[in-house]
C-alpha cells in the first residue's frame, strides 16, 4: 500500500510535473516499482558518490578500519532516495530546536532539580550514580561554567495516527552523524537532479543541510570565547571508532572553513571588495582525539584551572566518547572525567548539561507544571509539550498495570545511549513483571508511549547492495548553543539527519547496525 510517506510525491502532483519534462517520462510512485535497470544505476552511482565525497565509514570487517584512517572504508549505509516528510511538521521541528536549547541550559543551572529528579536513580544505576557524585562535587565547590556550549539532536517520529510530531528523545552527549548527513542531502539531491527525467522528484524540496558547518561554527566560537589562541579544541574518543569519519568531516571543518556561494555573495554586498580576504578567514582551529586514557595518563590542571594534555592547553572538551557504561573501562576513565570537568575548558557536554539530556530528566520534564519552572513564555512551553509523547516512572502503578497488559503499546527504557538498550513488546511485560516480584531495580527505567509511524517503501543500500525494504523514519534536527557570563551568542536550529529503518525492528541506530542515514523530502 502507498503511504503518504511514500518517497515519491503523490500520483497528482507526479502527474503535474510530468508535463513540465518529457511526455514519454513514466514518473515512479513506488520505489519499490522502479525499473530494475534505473535502480542499477542509482546504485551504482549512489556508491560512487559516497566513495569520491567521503560518505563513509570504516568496513567492520576489517580489523584496523576503527583506529587507522584511510584503511578498511566502506560507504555509509544510506538510502538510495529521500523520505517525503511533511512540511508542515518539518517547521514544527526545526521552531522548537532552539526552544529546547534554551530548556536544557536553565534545567543545567539547577543543580537541585538534578541531584533531586536522579536521587532514586542513582541508587539503581551505578552508572548514572557516577556522573551525579561528579556533579555533586561540583555543586560542593560551587563551579561556574560561564561559557557554555551545547551540540544537541532532539529525535522525532511521526505518529502515523495522530500525525504528531512526538520527540523520542533529545541527545546533549555525542549527537553524532553531522558530519555526514549533510553528504546524504547532497547524494539525493545529486541523485534527482541526474536522474530528472525518470524519476520526477523536484531537488530543491530537500532542505538545505549544513550540520557540519554550523556545529563547527559553534565549536570555533566556544574556541573563541575561551581566548587563548594557542590552545585546542580536544575530542574526547573511544580507542576504536568506526564512525571516525563523521568526527573528522567536523575537525576538517574546523580547521579550514571555506565560504560559500551565498555567503561570498552576501559578503560583497555589504563589505568593499578590498575586504574580500576576510570572507575567506578560515576558522583554523586545532583539533586534537584523545581517549579518556590517554586524557588521564598525560593531562593535568594548571592553578588556574587550565587543562593541558600532551602539553596542549586544552580549550573545548568536545565528548564523541564517555556517555556509555562501556568507555569506562577502569577508574582511569572516571579520573579523566573529573579532571575536565574541574578544568576551566568548555565543555561539551559538561556534566550537567549530560545529565539534563537523560531519560529520566525527560520523564520529569514531560509531567505538569514542571516546564514552567524553567520557561516563562507560555507559548514556548505549549510548543515543547505538544511534542511530548506519554513518559512515565515505573512508580505510576496504573502505567505499569496497563504495561503489563498492553506491553506492545510502551517502550522501557534505562538510562543509556548509543543505542540498543531499550526494551519492547512482550519483553516489557517480562521485565516489568520481574522488577515487581525482586521489588527492586525499577528506578533504573522509564517507561514511554510506543509511537507508531508510518510504514513506507524504500530502499537501503548496505554492503553496495540495494534493498528493498518496509521502512520507518526518525527525524533528529540539530541544535546550536552557545552564551558566556553576559549573553547567548548562538541558538539555533542547525540542520537534520533523517534515519530510517526496516519496519520490523526495534532500534534506530545506524552505527549499531540497525538504520541508515537519510535525507528528507518536503511534501
Ligand atoms: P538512545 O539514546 O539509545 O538512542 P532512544 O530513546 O533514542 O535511545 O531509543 C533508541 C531507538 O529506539 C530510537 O532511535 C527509536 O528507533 C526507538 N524508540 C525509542 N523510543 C521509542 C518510542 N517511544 N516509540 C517507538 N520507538 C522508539
Ligand atoms: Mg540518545
Ligand atoms: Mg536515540
Given at each position: 500500500?502507498?503511504?503518504?510517506?511514500?518517497?515519491?510525491?503523490p500520483l497528482k502532483c507526479a502527474k503535474k510535473m510530468q508535463t513540465?519534462?518529457?511526455?514519454?517520462?513514466?514518473?515512479?510512485?513506488?520505489?519499490?516499482?522502479?525499473?530494475?535497470?534505473?535502480?542499477?544505476?542509482l546504485s551504482y552511482d549512489a556508491l560512487v558518490f559516497c566513495s569520491l565525497r567521503g560518505l563513509v565509514v570504516g568496513d567492520r570487517n576489517s580489523e584496523k578500519s576503527g583506529t587507522v584512517p584511510g584503511v578498511g572504508m566502506v560507504h555509509a549505509p544510506v538510502a538510495l532516495l529521500p523520505m517525503s516528510f511533511p512540511e508542515s511538521q518539518w517547521n514544527q521541528a526545526c521552531e522548537v530546536a532552539p526552544i529546547f536549547n534554551e530548556l536544557v541550559d536553565r534545567v543545567s543551572q539547577d543543580g537541585e532539580f538534578l541531584q533531586q529528579s536522579l536521587s532514586r536513580t542513582k541508587k539503581v544505576d551505578p552508572f548514572t550514580s557516577r556522573l551525579l557524585e561528579i556533579h555533586s562535587k561540583m555543586l560542593k565547590i560551587n563551579k561556574k561554567e560561564e561559557i557554555r556550549l551545547g551540540l544537541h539532536r532532539s529525535d522525532y517520529m511521526l505518529d502515523e495516527q495522530t500525525k504528531l510530531l512526538l520527540q523520542i528523545e533529545l541527545n546533549t552527549i555525542s549527537s553524532s552523524f553531522s558530519g555526514l548527513s549533510c553528504l546524504v542531502s547532497e547524494l539525493h539531491r545529486s541523485l534527482?537532479?541526474?536522474?530528472?527525467?525518470?524519476i520526477a522528484l523536484d531537488p530543491s524540496k530537500i532542505p538545505t543541510n549544513n550540520s557540519v558547518n554550523q556545529f563547527a561554527e559553534a565549536l570555533a566560537k566556544a574556541w573563541n570565547e575561551y581566548g587563548d589562541p594557542r590552545?585546542?579544541?580536544?575530542?574526547?574518543?573511544?580507542?576504536?571508532?568506526?564512525?571516525?569519519?563523521?568526527?573528522?568531516?567536523?575537525?576538517?571543518s574546523l580547521r579550514?572553513?571555506?565560504p560559500t556561494l551565498l555567503h561570498l555573495a552576501w559578503f560583497l554586498l555589504v563589505n568593499s571588495p578590498g575586504n574580500i580576504s576576510l570572507a575567506f578567514n578560515t576558522h583554523q582551529v586545532t583539533t586534537t582525539r584523545k581517549t579518556l586514557a590517554e586524557i588521564d595518563a598525560h593531562g593535568e590542571l594548571l592553578e588556574d584551572g587550565t587543562l593541558v594534555v600532551d602539553g596542549e592547553p586544552v580549550a573545548v572538551i568536545y565528548f564523541r566518547a564517555g556517555y556509555a557504561p562501556c568507555d569506562y573501562h577502569s577508574e582511569s576513565e572516571w579520573r579523566a572525567r573529573l579532571l575536565m570537568e574541574q578544568s576551566r575548558a568548555v565543555k561539551c557536554p559538561s556534566i550537567s548539561y549530560h545529565l539534563a539530556g537523560t531519560k529520566k530528566i525527560q520523564q520529569e520534564l514531560a509531567k505538569p507544571n514542571v516546564l514552567e519552572r524553567f520557561l516563562e513564555n507560555k507559548d514556548d512551553i505549549a510548543k515543547l509539550r505538544k511534542c511530548f509523547a506519554g513518559l512515565w516512572s515505573l512508580d505510576e502503578s496504573n502505567?505499569?498495570?496497563?504495561?503489563?497488559?498492553?506491553?506492545?503499546?510502551?517502550?522501557?527504557?534505562?538510562?543509556?545511549e548509543g543505542g540498543g538498550n531499550n526494551i519492547y513488546g512482550e519483553d516489557v511485560k517480562e521485565a516489568l513483571l520481574k522488577l515487581q516480584k525482586e521489588g527492586t531495580g525499577s528506578d533504573a527505567f522509564i517507561l514511554m508511549q510506543r509511537i507508531f509511524p508510518t510504514i513506507s517503501h524504500s530502499?537501503?543500500?548496505?554492503?553496495?547492495i540495494p534493498h528493498k525494504e518496509q521502512t520507518i523514519s526518525e527525524l533528529g534536527i540539530y541544535g546550536t548553543y552557545l552564551r558566556n557570563k553576559k549573553e547567548i551568542l548562538i541558538n539555533q536550529e542547525s540542520g537534520y539527519l533523517m534515519r530510517t529503518k526496516v519496519s520490523?525492528?526495534?532500534e534506530g541506530g545506524v552505527a549499531a547496525g540497525f538504520a541508515v542515514l537519510d535525507s528528507i523530502y518536503l511534501v
Open positions: 500500500p502507498k503511504s503518504p510517506f511514500s518517497v515519491f510525491l513540465q519534462v518529457e511526455d514519454s517520462v513514466k514518473p515512479i510512485v513506488d520505489p519499490h516499482d522502479i525499473d530494475p535497470k534505473l535502480l542499477q544505476k534527482l537532479h541526474q536522474y530528472r527525467e525518470r590552545a585546542v579544541v580536544m575530542f574526547v574518543v573511544q580507542a576504536e571508532e568506526r564512525n571516525m569519519y563523521d568526527q573528522h568531516w567536523l575537525s576538517a579550514e572553513k571555506y502505567t505499569v498495570k496497563d504495561a503489563i497488559e498492553r506491553p506492545g503499546l510502551y517502550v522501557m527504557k534505562p538510562q543509556r530502499i537501503l543500500m548496505r554492503e553496495g520490523s525492528s526495534n
